[in-house]
């Protein structure tokens, strides 16, 4: 009888406005949004789970895609909601059992050009799902039956854009960016009418002829300069600011056709919610040769600087440098190596860096640390606003880079070159703590390998993520220190959430083609 | 008019990408596939490539996927390298197997009696036959090449496979426990003991965790053997060429 009311209450009130996205961390039984909230945390404010007793937790349920899966779900009133390439699926919270699937054919002719056939979630707002396809179109379901109301073309797959993301749903709008760096793709960050699919604005991440910027490339480098935009952004309600990261220039390894900086490339945007104008721009990797994207979720939170508080937002680049920066005006507030490099000697007083010369590739092959996934990637770092640190799945792993011939033939890669891997080189990884506000390392917790799973950070002062070997763990957020571990059985190439089942925490992580369930 | 222009031009470019460049080719083998498959093509951690035959890949076409896709999980692909990169690739890599193959000294009947006489079946298996500890030898001829296969025989310890590693691990309670990793992850470890026996660890329980950096459990014959019989042994095990 308690079931069948609560299902009842599920369908009454299954609308989420903006307002209930905004003020996430009121209601921490739900996960909203991709990153938990608006600021891109990945932070579970549920206390339930501690140090104490996370060693108690079972798997209550697991759900089956017949792909990998890389989704971090949405869930909402009972409701979990998930995705695969091309498809999703709303499961009933409590056993896992799907109450609608949806999914949409795959052109024959579409190829993934630099990355693979996967779907990292959807986003809801109000009574609407959004899914962002491979085949690059914005879809939009009814919530509650599965139906497609309506879909949007945001670019041609057949030249190499596709979609991997989970959009973000802001006031009546909802973001995507674009894969594609690897096929000489001109990137963006679209924002869509959530009511109509009609398109709201454009922001190219490579600026055209006349536009600030355009004098960063030469002749017409620019057209082919990549900047793909395929990792959701982060928002700030307060200023109607999306912060979005941009992928690397292109061709990737061969940088000769596009002397300059190659703004906005490997670089971190502030943008106007409302009309996508610029507000401003960090570029962490200035002439990317090294496949370096700055697709990252953007961590945004305040912290005391040198005795004032400040409004910062923060990126674990996979250049291997972790960067603070004021939220408000993009200027550089601190920044230091977290993990290997030897690509550059440090950063100077802007936050630039200062290569080292002959460390780009080359046609007999550069060593160079980190490789070109690089100490971090597309996964999650956490936040915890009871620690002030930013917890980060780390790579330490070096790679041969090779420059190659680049030419542009529309959906072919367009890369001019590559990596291989350092015989003798045994890739390793770690679970770091950065203190948030200057990215001192607080503590470290040693992976067998490189790893390819996010963070999540939560109330109860714990710290979950995942290994490459199928393992999925929680540590104690203050020391690092393991206190439960399960092997999945499946490589994790996911982000964990948290959420509560009936007023009881959660944990879910994808790994292979399951999705697991945790609770006590 | 413009359309048998139009044919022609465009026959000339295909032409042109399809030409191969030896000089270019070989460059790309010495930086990329030499790591693997020796500077020449002779093998090491990857198969002999200098032979008239390859296994895997009959033809130029099917020597061009491999390049571009790789041979999971071992051969990692090479798409990064431009079309007409794979092709003078292919063709430097065909171009190998017409340079004579190395012509062994031993007798690989001699061989076959020694292999079974010193014992070599007690640790690996041929052909079904055998004992499973080490890694099966069926088609080790082609994964390896005479000179990797002679160093291993003589010394085995010098010439580790990639991902190797022979542990000892000692439980909090009970005595230590020598084994090849057989798997491993950030909090549990999988051994295999003489015998073939399995054992598993939670890493966090042992007392002490040692990796045995340069051992093996494959005894050195170095000193063992006359250099007649390495010979042979070397030339059987060259002979290898198919699992069952």
């Known amino acids: ?32 949004t991709y990153s938990g909230s608006y600021l891109g945390q990945r932070y579970s404010p549920l206390t ?69 056939r996967v779907n990292r979630g959807p986003a809801i707002l109000d009574n609407q799902i959004f899914v962002a396809t491979l085949d690059c179109y914005l879809v939009a379901l009814d919530a509650q039956s599965g139906v497609e109301r309506w879909s949007a073309k945001v670019e041609d797959y057949k030249v190499g854009y596709s979609m991997t993301l989970a959009p973000l749903a802001i006031r009546g709008k909802v973001l995507v960016g674009v894969s594609g760096g690897e096929a000489g793709i001109r990137g963006f960050v679209d924002a869509y009418d959530a009511r109509t699919g009609s398109r709201a604005w454009r922001f190219y991440t490579i600026p055209g002829p006349g536009e600030p910027g355009h004098n960063t490339w030469s002749e017409a480098s620019w057209k082919t300069g990549g900047g793909s935009t395929w990792v959701t952004g982060s928002y700030d309600p307060d200023t109607n600011t999306v912060y979005w990261g941009v992928g690397n220039p292109g061709p990737d390894w061969n940088p000769d056709s596009r002397p300059g900086d190659n703004l906005y490339t490997c670089s971190l945007l502030a943008l106007d919610g409302d009309t996508g104008k610029l507000k401003w721009h960090f570029q962490f990797t200035p002439h990317d040769s090294h496949d370096w994207d700055s697709a990252h979720v953007p961590v945004l939170f305040e912290a005391n600087v040198r005795g004032t508080r400040r409004k910062l937002v923060a990126v674990a680049n996979r250049n291997a440098f972790y960067y603070a920066l004021d939220r408000t005006t993009g200027e550089f507030v601190a920044g230091r190596p977290y ?54 799945a780390t790579r330490e792993i070096a790679s041969i880079y090779f420059k190659r011939r680049a030419e542009y033939q529309p959906a072919t890669f ?9 015989p003798g080189n045994q890739p390793s990884g770690a679970i770091r703590a950065l203190e948030a506000s200057t990215g001192q390392l607080r503590w470290e917790f040693p992976l067998h390998s490189a790893p390819w799973a996010g963070v ?31 092997q999945t059985g499946g490589r994790i190439a996911a982000n964990p959430i948290s959420f509560a089942i009936d007023g009881s925490q959660c944990i879910a992580i994808a790994a292979g083609s399951v999705l697991y369930v945790f609770g006590r | 008019m413009w359309r048998w222009m139009l044919a022609g031009v465009i026959a000339v470019q295909a032409a042109a990408q399809t030409e191969a460049d030896p000089a270019a080719a070989r460059r790309i083998f ?44 071992d051969m990692p692909g090479a798409w990064q390298l431009h079309p007409t990169e794979v092709a003078a690739l292919a063709a430097y890599v065909r171009s190998l197997g017409t340079v004579a193959p190395e012509t062994l000294p031993g007798d690989k009947g001699r061989g076959a009696r020694l292999y079974q006489s010193k014992g070599c079946a007690g640790c690996h298996i041929v052909a079904g036959k055998g004992e499973g500890f080490g890694p099966e030898l069926s088609d080790i001829g082609v994964r390896r090449s005479a000179a990797y296969l002679r160093q291993t025989i003589l010394k085995p310890s010098a010439n580790l496979p990639e991902g190797f590693q022979y542990i000892a691990a000692t439980p909090a309670s009970g005595s230590a426990v020598r084994g090849i990793r057989v798997n491993e992850d950030s909090f549990t470890i999988q051994l295999k003991a003489a015998g073939g026996r399995f054992f598993s660890f939670r890493k966090a329980e042992l007392k002490d965790l040692r990796r045995l950096e340069k051992e093996t459990p494959m005894p050195a014959y170095e000193g063992q053997l006359t250099p007649a019989e390495v010979d042979d042994l070397v030339s059987y095990l060259a002979s290898l060429k198919e699992k069952p």
């Not at chain 2, 032979?51 to 099917?62: C, G, I, N, Q």
């Open chain 1, 339 to 392: 993990a290997r490099q030897t690509w550059a000697k440090g950063l100077d007083d802007s936050g630039r860096p200062i290569v080292i010369p002959g460390t780009e590739p080359s046609e007999q092959g550069t060593l160079v640390w980190p490789n070109l996934n690089g100490a971090t990637v597309w996964f999650s770092p956490a936040y915890s606003p009871q620690t002030e640190w930013i917890y980060v």
């Open chain 1, 456 to 486: 999540l950070a939560t109330g109860g002062d714990l710290v979950f993520s995942g290994s490459d070997e199928g393992n999925f763990f929680a540590l104690d957020a203050r020391t690092g220190k393991p206190l439960w571990d399960f």
């Open chain 2, 30 to 73: 010495e930086a990329q596939c030499a790591l693997c498959h020796g500077q020449t093509g002779g093998g090491g951690r990857g198969p002999a490539l200098n032979r008239p035959k390859l296994s895997k890949a009959p033809d130029d076409a099917a020597i061009r996927i491999i390049i571009r896709e790789g041979l999971p999980p």
């Open chain 1, 414 to 422: 367009f890369a001019g070159g590559g990596e291989a891997s350092v």
């Open chain 1, 1 to 32: 009888m308690k079931w069948f009311a609560a299902l009842v209450c599920a369908s009454a009130f299954a609308q989420v406005p903006y307002e209930r996205i905004v003020n996430a961390a009121r209601e921490p039984g739900n996960w909203l």
């Open chain 1, 48 to 116: 339930e789970l501690t140090p104490a007793n996370v060693s108690s937790l079972r798997v209550k349920w697991a759900f089956q895609m017949d792909t990998r899966l890389q989704v971090s779900p949405i869930v909402v009133d009972g409701v979990m909601y998930v995705t695969g390439p091309n498809s999703a699926a709303a499961l009933d919270l409590r056993t896992g059992r799907p109450l609608w699937r949806w999914s949409r054919p795959l052109p024959k002719d579409y190829q993934s050009i630099g990355f693979g």
